[in-house]
């Protein structure tokens, strides 16, 4: 009776191979947080906030986070 469960089992599973299943795969191991952005900061001459510079807008020599602080200096 068990030896015959068994087998059934197995069967299935090979069925189910053939067939293309795979077991659910393993959630990845956590991975290490990416390293800080390391790029170069540059301040706000208006708010003083500090912002990547790829992201901040210059004018005059001077940087400004937005428009807006831009525009008002
Ligand atoms: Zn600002």
Known sequence: ???RLLLT??????L????GWRPPAQ???????????TGDLVQCARCAVYLPRAQALARDGLWYCCH???DAA
């Open 27 to 37: 959630r990845p191991r956590d991975l290490p947080p990416p390293p800080p952005q």
């Open 9 to 14: 089992l197995i069967a299935i599973v090979v």
């Open 1 to 3: 009776m068990l030896l």
């Open 16 to 19: 189910l191979r053939l067939l």
């Open 68 to 70: 807006d602080h831009r």
